[in-house]
């Protein structure tokens, strides 16, 4: 089953538009946006299964320099969009 998961990043000051374009990069994200507020960025992410969100965590995610922090929430259920326009 695919697990899709959104990612909020803390980013070193000045490094935003940077990491967001190394980020974009990455296959398994889907989108990633710069952002107002207590994060820097936001990316949306798809993944085969969970055990496989760890490992991209870990071995993508964490490896772009300028990532201080992430927060991850794995989606639950989606009300709006384009995998909801679908049924």
Do not use: H
């Not at 760890?54 to 709006?80: G, H, N, W, Y």
């Amino acid at each position: 089953m695919t697990v899709e998961a959104y990612i909020l990043f803390k980013v070193a000051s000045g490094r935003e538009r940077e990491a967001c374009q190394q980020i974009a990069k990455i296959k398994e994200v889907t989108t990633a946006s710069i952002v107002y507020g207590e994060y820097d960025l936001i990316a949306r992410v798809t993944v085969p299964e969970l055990p496989a969100l760890e490992d991209f965590l870990a071995e993508k995610i964490r490896k772009v320099p300028s990532i201080i922090l992430t927060s991850t929430m794995v989606i639950a259920q989606e009300c709006k969009g384009k995998q909801k326009n679908k049924e």
